[in-house]
Nanobody
Framework: VQLQASGGGLVQAGGSLRLSCVAS????????MGWLRQAPGKEREFVAG????????YYEDSAKGRFIISRDNAKNTMYLQMNNLKPEDTAVYYC???????????????WGQGTQVTVSS
């Protein structure tokens, strides 16, 4: 499966961004998926995950109440709506297929190329 992430950019603290991840090459609706991120000098970390149907979402504590993960299987696309962004959210954000409740990046198998999110204070 091929994944293409987009939607990153530069935003001020308190602002919002919506990331998108378009999948191709395999039946998207069969895939549990997640968003992960990697900040400069830090290890890649889990942000949010969503089941193949979209019926179940799972969030890292830092994302709860601010980020919303969703998907549109008809469009082969997953989203991450990020609100009330903070400077510590600055990172490269990746979409990936894998066990959507897992916080372990190694358990995700197919990855998109990443999209940069920069939050200024």
């Amino acid at each position: 499966v091929q994944l293409q992430a987009s939607g990153g950019g530069l935003v001020q603290a308190g602002g919002s961004l919506r990331l998108s991840c378009v999948a191709s090459g395999r039946t998207f609706r069969d895939l549990d998926m997640g968003w992960l991120r990697q900040a400069p000098g830090k290890e890649r970390e889990f942000v949010a995950g969503i089941s193949w149907s979209g019926g179940t979402q799972y969030y890292e504590d830092s994302a709860k109440g601010r980020f919303i993960i969703s998907r549109d299987n008809a469009k082969n696309t997953m989203y991450l709506q990020m609100n009330n962004l903070k400077p510590e959210d600055t990172a490269v954000y990746y979409c990936a297929t894998g066990p959507f409740r897992s916080r372990q990046p190694d358990e995700y198998n197919y990855w998109g190329q990443g999209t940069q999110v920069t939050v200024s204070s």
